[in-house]
């Protein structure tokens, strides 16, 4: 198992579905797989993640040795000083990967901004109740940043702010929602930790149904009867995610289950969106 564990400082589960985002987002966007951009799209996104992945895993390097996690670091796989060089020069490739693929200026932005908020996440705000900027920032900007890569202004894409923040949000939560109490026995005071229960599930509620609306509002013209079936499905959802938080407060697969519901159902919400986005 310590090959395994020692991966895990990549994150490599939530590492590939970014990336994997990324690309079913340049597909919509009208590229297609042989496209070189992809390519490159895949090696920027990759290394931005595994460097936010292990500068996470640095930092917190003594809340896992707390909370008894089986992490890279605090098993002794992987030495401090040695991650923190691995998440600096994943840092630097990436963004050296965005120049050399001739992306652009906003695009190379734009990869920056994603950095400096997953950092950010990793260094600090991730132990405040200001632990849901860098994911309300970040998760919107990975479409806006692949929608400029496929050619498209940044005009052109600003709905997904509006209906991505919310959902962003709402997934930071529910992600947040399962370890709110070993947070709260390390000192952390993440938002989840601040709004506690069932405060936190009725944040991540109420966002996930703001981000459906905004979908349901921009869309509602073009695709009446499945954007209602989408809001439906969200309503429905949210209102079982907040009733496992007042109902099972106890049971630790019940906030692991709706952690799951709600990010996948954000995700649908946040689809139409990116279509809508891309002209088709």
Known sequence: MAP???LE???PVPSLLTTAAAVAFAMIFGLSLSD????????VMLLAQFSISALNDWADADLDAHAGR???IPLGLVPARGALIFAIACAGAALLGSVVSGFGLVALLLVALGLVSGWAYDLGLKRTPLSVLPFAVAFPLLPLWIAVV???SLGSVSLILLGGIPLAAAIHLADAIPDRDTDRGAGVNSLAVALGRPGAELAAASLL???TLVSLIVLLDRAGS???SLLIVAVAVAWFVLNLGTRNAGERSAPLFGKWVVISVAALAAVPLVVTASGR
């Open 4 to 6: 395994w564990t020692t």
């Open 9 to 11: 400082l990549l994150h």
């Open 36 to 43: 070189p951009k992809v390519g490159w799209i895949i090696a």
């Open 70 to 72: 089986r992490r890279p």
């Open 150 to 152: 496929a050619g498209r």
């Open 209 to 211: 149904l703001v981000g």
């Open 226 to 228: 499945s954007i209602l």
